[in-house]
Nanobody, 115 residues
Framework: VQLQASGGGLVQPGGSLRLSCVVSGIQLRLRDMAWYRQAPGKERELVASMTRVGGINYVDSVKGRFTISRDNAKNTLYLQMNNLRPEDSAIYYC??????????WGQGTLVTVSS
């Protein structure tokens, strides 16, 4: 199983990015998935999650700004991030919601929000 996150970059405050996570080795439609992030010196946190049946949750700090979605046909998970703030800067990862289902985290994708 491999998780390949991409789409990060340097963006100014207020800008937008769309992250993608291509999942290989498993069928995405069978997994409850999530986006996580880890900023320097901080623990990894769950940012947004989406169950197999479409149930969605966000951490309070991103509600109204981030949107998680999935394309099961493409085996890809997305995170649309709007109105980005400097505190959103982190490495973003995708993985299963359940720790028991999680696989290797991979390198993630770096998001830097700075003017």
């Amino acid at each position: 199983v491999q998780l390949q996150a991409s789409g990060g970059g340097l963006v100014q405050p207020g800008g937008s990015l769309r992250l993608s996570c291509v999942v290989s080795g498993i069928q995405l439609r069978l997994r409850d998935m999530a986006w996580y992030r880890q900023a320097p010196g901080k623990e990894r946190e769950l940012v947004a999650s989406m169950t197999r049946v479409g149930g969605i949750n966000y951490v309070d700090s991103v509600k109204g700004r981030f949107t998680i979605s999935r394309d099961n046909a493409k085996n890809t998970l997305y995170l649309q991030m709007n109105n980005l703030r400097p505190e959103d800067s982190a490495i973003y990862y995708c993985n299963a919601m359940s720790p028991m289902r999680q696989v290797s985290w991979g390198q993630g994708t770096l998001v830097t929000v700075s003017s």
